[in-house]
């Protein structure tokens, strides 16, 4: 009887997984619901520990698992959900044995953390000499062979900011990528909005970058984009965003594209040793962040910048009055000590960086610990301690006059 039960159990489900027809796959240019343009938080990346100018050379060449994994978890922690790298043609020229498998890697390291992966083909020698198109075309079957079937793959960009005289090879690269994959999109990284205008016709996801100074003009530059946009029916991103030297800060430009509706990518992800990491990035190597109003502004949180701003008022228990006293009466005390003056420094520290009463280039906390690291320096502890107190007086409260 047992034997009977199980038998029937056995025949019920093969019939249940015969029915059942084949996995129902969502199209790459399905773009509505979880791949609505608009929804796309995403960076561009590059590790952090490798050197310019061949950054994005060695991200493949030297390519590091353990790194890539740490980066990603960083990424996701943040609920970034697209990545732009970069793969040049030279990575294939010193590595191409090892390439796929590395590809590979990145793509399946991005997808298990919900990020779809958009690489950006840097061209070889065919952009300049249009006869060797033909190493153009093997470097594109090399990468559809690669990655193509990876679920992880979000589109292809076939180059980034080409200058008028690569429009040709741009509209050559889109069409053999649409013929090689089509099941894949592909757009152009456009530095402003005239070209991604000028190269609609060959992109399936419009693409345009703003490093813009000002509000008004970030919005304008979005609002000519997405009318655009809306006239031809394709999706709309902004591949690149976010750069300190150009009065572009993110948490601005993140504003205002989030306002707008309009997915995007930061320059960059990582604080890059040596390149790009003086002026853009969320993360050191070791997970920490240079400035937290990045990290906070990707999360959707911004700095109040309306006319009810309550300003903080550090005073207002007496910890600035208290410490700036302090600090007096060491700088006065002869037997003044090493271990009192460093408390002394790191408290008005603490009052300044809570307070935003400091620029936080070179945090005061940092000052503190450098000294605190090194061997006793009275000399340097003392100018630490004059120049703290003297950012600290003017947020003293006045005493309570007696009446």
Not at 7 to 22: E, R, V
Not at 151 to 161: K, T, Y
């Amino acid at each position: 009887m047992k034997n009977l039960v199980f038998k029937s159990m056995f025949l019920s489900c093969l019939i249940l997984a015969a029915c059942k027809g084949p996995e129902t796959k969502i199209s790459k240019f399905d773009f509505t619901g979880p791949r609505d343009p608009s929804l796309i938080r995403g960076f561009n990346y590059t590790p952090a520990n490798v050197a310019a100018p061949r950054h994005h050379v060695d991200c493949w060449v030297k390519y590091d698992s353990a790194t890539v994994e740490f980066d990603m978890d960083l990424a996701k922690g943040l609920n970034l959900n697209q990545v732009r790298v970069f793969v040049p043609y030279q990575a294939y020229t010193e590595d191409s044995a090892a390439l796929p498998a590395k590809l590979r890697h990145f793509v399946r390291t991005c997808h298990a953390r919900n990020i779809g992966v958009m690489p950006v083909l840097q061209g070889g020698p065919w952009v300049r000499d249009t006869s060797l198109r033909y190493q153009a075309r093997n470097w594109a079957r090399f990468l559809v062979n690669a990655i193509s079937e990876e679920p992880g793959l979000a589109m292809w960009d076939v180059m980034n900011e080409p200058r008028p005289t690569y429009f040709e090879h741009c509209k050559f690269m889109s069409k053999v990528f649409h013929e090689l994959d089509p099941n894949t999109p592909v757009t152009i990284g456009m530095e402003k909005v005239d070209g991604m205008i000028e190269m609609a016709d060959y992109v399936d996801v419009l693409q345009f970058h703003d490093y813009l100074q000002t509000r008004e003009q970030i919005r304008n530059s979005i609002t000519r984009a997405k009318e655009f946009a809306a006239k031809v029916n394709k999706p709309l991103i902004n591949g690149e965003i976010g750069c300190i030297a150009r009065a572009n800060p993110y948490d601005i430009t993140l504003q205002e594209h989030m306002n707008a509706k309009v997915g995007w990518y930061i320059w960059e992800l990582m604080i890059v040793k040596q390149g790009w990491g003086t002026v853009h990035g969320v993360f050191y190597e070791d997970g920490s962040v240079r400035d937290p109003s990045i990290a906070a502004a990707i999360m959707g949180y911004f700095r109040k910048r309306t006319a009810d701003i309550m300003p903080a008022v550090p005073d207002q228990e007496g910890w600035v009055t208290r410490i700036t006293d302090r600090s007096d009466q060491w700088l006065k005390d002869p037997a003044a000590t090493w271990k009192d003056g460093l408390d002394i420094a790191e408290t008005s520290a603490h009052l300044l960086e809570a307070g935003e009463l400091t620029a936080m280039r070179i945090p005061p906390t940092w000052e503190v610990e450098m000294l605190r690291k090194g061997e006793p320096d009275m000399k340097a502890l003392k100018e630490l301690i004059i120049r703290f107190r003297d950012q600290l007086v003017p947020f003293k409260k006045p005493p309570v006059q007696n009446k």
